[in-house]
């Protein structure tokens, strides 16, 4: 049982905008700065949205991210068939003294 | 151009002890600003944060792994290593090392190595 809640799947269409969810606790998205990590199958995790939403070089700007309380969100605009992959949310949780990740959602692009 | 190589033995017994190295090149592991970090991935699962180091201070670790987890620094060769004792079926995963902003942002990720736990 993670302590971030992510949805297991989601989908699109090609240009389409999507938002993944993650919803956490006071102890962890309430007080901490969320990342988000993008996956590729048999990859390692890549760095795409860090403290809510400041991006790496090299990530496009199709990415952001935004917290509301004890939740954060990941949207992706302009969907495209790159994108296809699972996705990530972590933050670090001060009741468990642990860094945290949540369970990934497998974006889908149909 | 950093670069972080996970390097241990792919399978190991039950009850005995996993041990991985990460080798880091285009980077000092001394440099200021960075933890060093182990993380899993069963297959088919998500992400489990093992535990961080920073290079001259002391490991903090997740408490799920109930002390079973060591990591330690060898600044001299550039590398951070990761022990896990009594393992079980439950500890088969790739494991990646990575290096961190500050103590939870990942932005550079070794490839992973897959380790299995059988007899």
């Known amino acids: 049982q993670s302590a971030l809640t992510q949805p297991p799947s989601s989908s699109g269409t090609p240009g389409q905008r999507v938002t993944l969810s993650c919803s956490g606790s006071t102890s962890n998205i309430g007080s901490n700065p969320v990342n988000w990590y993008q996956q590729f199958p048999g990859t390692a995790p890549k760095l795409l949205i860090f403290t809510y939403s400041q991006r790496p070089s090299g990530v496009p700007d199709r990415f952001s991210g935004t917290k509301s309380g004890t939740s954060a969100s990941l949207a992706i605009s302009d969907l495209q068939s790159e994108d296809e992959a699972d996705y990530y949310c972590a933050a670090w949780d001060d009741s468990l003294n642990a860094w945290v990740f949540g369970g990934g959602t497998r974006l889908t692009v149909l | 151009q950093l670069q972080l190589q996970e390097s241990g033995p792919g399978l190991v017994r039950p009850s005995e002890t996993l041990s991985l190295t990460c080798t880091v090149s285009?980077?000092?592991?001394?440099?200021?600003?960075?933890?060093w970090a182990w993380i899993r991935q069963p297959p088919g699962k998500g992400l489990e944060w093992i535990g961080s180091i920073y290079y001259n201070g002391s490991p903090f670790y997740n408490p799920s792994l109930k002390s079973r987890a060591t990591i330690s620094v060898d600044t001299s060769k550039n590398q951070f290593s990761l022990r896990v004792t009594s393992v079980t079926a439950s500890d088969t995963a790739v494991y990646y090392c990575?290096?961190?902003?500050?103590?939870?942002?990942?932005?550079?990720w070794g490839q992973g190595t897959l380790i299995a736990v059988s007899a």
């Open positions: 285009g980077d000092s592991i001394s440099s200021t600003g960075h933890y």
């Open positions: 990575a290096r961190l902003k500050g103590v939870a942002v990942a932005d550079f």
